[in-house]
């Protein structure tokens, strides 16, 4: 099977350049969306400067909720993937987007100074180790409680195990977690796009054939059709994912 790259286009930002992805890479990016109940619709994955803008008005709440359901599935994922549990990951979504509406009125979008989304990396960033610092802070509590019940019980060999303060900490890879995370997304956003854009059948062989894998006699078999049928599927809707990465990509800031 020929592999594509997930993502590919030239330092130039040259539109005809192909862009291609790698099929494997697609099945994963549809399973990791299922975990993450992320079939839902993503008609605001788009950050643009009019959005920013609208977010200084705190009150706009229509654009506050796009904003959260745009990021909250990548937040948490990149905080996960930075080494928090579930709810201390939760937290750190909470407490960006709180960092972001106490920060955004001063935030200035000037591509030629940086974009919106290393502003967002870096408060990420910061609200993530915090994150790590409460975990130190609860850990050493718990050390001080269990040494005082030790010395009041006359034992002294069941005190937690020190925290590596080494372990605290937030990959220095973050930024490009960061891209990997958010190219599946629109990798998952395109296909979600194509699928309502095409005839049914053509999906459901295109699903068939590369996300599930299917051996050409079962498809053939199950689907009742034709091997020049599945390839002419598998054709039409691996150009319209392409069509739609294209018209996806360079619309972030």
Known sequence: MKAWKVWERGSGGDENEEVRFEPKKLKAAVKAKERRDAHKERNSLR????LIERLKNLNDQESWNRFFETY???LYVIAQRAGLMGAEAEDAVQETVISVCKAIPDFHYDPQRGSFRGWLIKITYWRIKDQFRKRLRAH??????QEEACVESGSGDDATPALDVAEVCVPADLEEIWDAEWQATLLTTALARVKRQIAPKNYQLFDANVIRE???????????????????????VTAAIRRELRSLQGRYI
């Not at 950050?47 to 009019?50: D, F, L, V």
């Not at 050493?140 to 409680?145: C, H, I, P, R, Y």
């Not at 050409?216 to 039409?236: D, F, G, H, T």
């Open 47 to 50: 950050t643009r400067a009019s």
């Open 214 to 236: 299917w051996p050409m006699e079962k498809m053939k078999r199950v689907l009742n059709a034709s091997a020049p049928r599945i390839y002419l599927a598998k054709q039409r």
């Open 72 to 74: 909250r599935d990548l």
């Open 140 to 145: 050493e509590a718990m050390e001080v409680l």
